[in-house]
């Protein structure tokens, strides 16, 4: 969810970050004509970052799970004083 979320909003500020540049660019550099050329990344590239994103994500979790879970917990699951 946090993978998810973080590339979600890096995308956001990625592309508020172009608009004002290429706004930028077109204003006081339109008579090099390069605004025509500025395009935002595609879709297909959006989605293979929140996939990449979200597949770190994941991976990162489970290392620190396996890591910080030692079987401490379920070591008193046979307690008899019931604790």
């Given at each position: 969810?946090?993978?998810?979320?973080?590339?979600i909003i890096a995308i956001g500020l990625t592309y508020a970050v172009f608009l004002s540049q290429s706004g930028l660019i077109?204003?006081?550099?339109?008579f090099l004509g390069l605004g025509a050329g500025?395009?935002?990344?595609?879709?297909?590239?959006?989605?293979a970052l929140i996939t990449v994103s979200v597949t770190f994500s994941v991976i990162s979790s489970f290392l620190t799970v396996r890591k910080i879970n030692t079987g401490w917990?379920?070591?008193?699951?046979?307690?008899?004083?019931?604790?």
């Open positions: 969810m946090i993978g998810f979320l973080s590339a077109q204003q006081e550099l339109s500025l395009t935002f990344i595609s879709g297909d590239k959006i989605f917990a379920a070591s008193s699951v046979g307690d008899p004083r019931g604790f």
